[in-house]
């Protein structure tokens, strides 16, 4: 099973491919927007890296994409997002389905520079890689497991 994990922000892309517990391929894209945005990817038989004309996180996306796609990695099985702010619904990963996107959606005001572009990373994928299935591990479900008096 290849999973690709991706952590998206506003102004950075970080991730990684797994074949099980195998690293394939990692890299990032910092300060996407910025003149001094660069790209690096890394795997068995590359090591790119340059600067980047990246300037919003769809962009990124899709530099990512290309890139896996022209080095000869095929299409995850899984995807799994980094996702800020899960509110006190979700206290652990969960499979993205139509319910799931939704309440991100209205969550997005917890997290308005995070939850909007985890979104949009959640559905570039959907629709580059339908049949993956999609999870969600989100920043806050870290502090359900906290005491009341502690978060």
């Known amino acids: 099973m290849n999973i690709l994990t991706i952590n998206l922000g506003s102004s950075s892309l970080r991730f990684a ?3 099980k517990t195998k690293l394939l391929a990692k890299g990032h ?3 996407i927007g910025l003149p001094s945005c660069k790209f690096i990817f890394k795997s068995s038989d590359k090591n790119i890296g340059h600067k980047s004309d990246c300037k919003t996180p769809a962009s990124a996306l ?3 994409y290309t890139t896996l796609t022209k080095n000869g990695f095929t299409a995850p099985d899984a995807v799994a997002h980094r996702v800020v702010h899960g509110g006190d619904k979700y206290t652990q990963a969960v499979k993205i389905d139509k319910k799931v996107i939704k309440e991100i959606e209205k969550l997005c005001s917890l997290a308005p520079l995070h939850n909007p572009i ?3 990373g ?3 994928f959907q629709e580059k890689y339908p049949k993956a299935k999609q999870v969600a591990v989100f920043d806050t479900a870290y ?3 906290l ?3 502690a978060y």
Do not use: G
């Open 122 to 124: 959640i559905k570039f």
């Open 147 to 149: 005491e009341p008096k």
């Open 62 to 64: 899709t530099l990512l």
């Open 118 to 120: 985890n979104l949009k």
């Open 143 to 145: 502090y359900q497991t």
């Open 29 to 31: 894209i910092d300060a």
């Open 17 to 19: 491919l797994y074949k």
